[in-house]
């Protein structure tokens, strides 16, 4: 069974640009959450998403947005990129938005740095 | 607002010794999750916990739920080297049956031979 995919793993933006990154859950689950981490902050929600619908919002600005499409994939943007985005983006995929008995499955993550 | 405190925050210690992570949490729980994180990887689940007084155990790891005081421990027994990377719990807040998840600030459990 194939885990979570998230592309691209590693991403350069300048300030000022907008990125937008993909997750494909295991097949079959519906739910698709975001988080970011960063040494600082440490691991924070930003969203969660299922059938396409946004369920659930973390305390982020307005310039972090994102969607899920029909088969379950989501994006996530950032748009006007600040230094302080550079992090580590990590989606977690699960049935329909609960753990299972072995828990939320995470991607391997997109890291992205703003020069 | 949740709040997910880990202790301690940096762990050194000698293979085979045991030693116990703690996860305390602020608001009520009946569930607790905890991941495992190599450097520069993504989280590996390890343990769902899913009622009070939950124990789960694989290998040289144990850990335990006791939701009326808000906490859980991660017991390492006899350490070894493979042991080493950082240890995250996250406590869940419901919301319209989905959950989002609280981290702690990890602990970064270093193995020494």
């Known amino acids: 069974k194939a885990g979570v995919t998230q592309t691209p793993r590693y991403l350069i933006k300048t300030r000022g640009q907008q990125v937008t990154l993909s997750c494909s859950p295991i097949?079959?689950?519906?739910?698709v959450s975001w988080y970011q981490q960063t040494p600082g902050q440490g691991l924070q929600f930003l969203f969660e998403?299922?059938?396409?619908?946004?369920?659930n919002k973390g305390n982020f600005p307005g310039r972090f947005s994102g969607r899920q499409f029909s088969n379950s994939r989501s994006e996530m943007n950032v748009s006007t990129l600040e230094l302080g985005d550079s992090a580590l983006y990590l989606c977690?995929?699960?049935?329909?938005?609960?753990?299972?008995?072995?828990?939320?499955?995470f991607g391997s993550g997109t890291r992205l740095t703003v020069v | 607002e949740l709040k997910v405190e880990q202790n301690p925050l940096f762990l050194s210690m000698q293979e085979g010794k045991n030693y116990t992570i703690y996860c305390n949490y602020s608001?009520?729980?009946?569930?607790l999750y905890w991941y495992r994180q190599d450097p520069g990887k993504s989280l590996e689940s390890l343990f769902v916990?899913?009622?009070?007084?939950a124990v789960k155990q694989e290998g040289r790891l144990m850990a335990s739920l006791d939701t009326k005081a808000r906490l859980s421990t991660l017991h390492i027994t006899a350490a070894v080297h493979d042991l080493s990377a950082t240890y995250f719990c996250?406590?869940?807040?419901?919301?319209?049956?989905?959950?989002?998840?609280?981290f702690g600030t990890g602990t970064r459990l270093t193995i020494i031979p």
């Open positions: 916990l899913l009622s009070n007084g």
């Open positions: 097949s079959g689950h519906r739910s």
């Open positions: 977690a995929s699960s049935l329909v938005g609960t753990a299972s008995s072995r828990g939320y499955t």
């Open positions: 608001t009520t729980s009946d569930r």
């Open positions: 998403y299922f059938s396409e619908t946004q369920r």
């Open positions: 996250a406590v869940p807040a419901s919301n319209f049956g989905n959950e989002k998840l609280t």
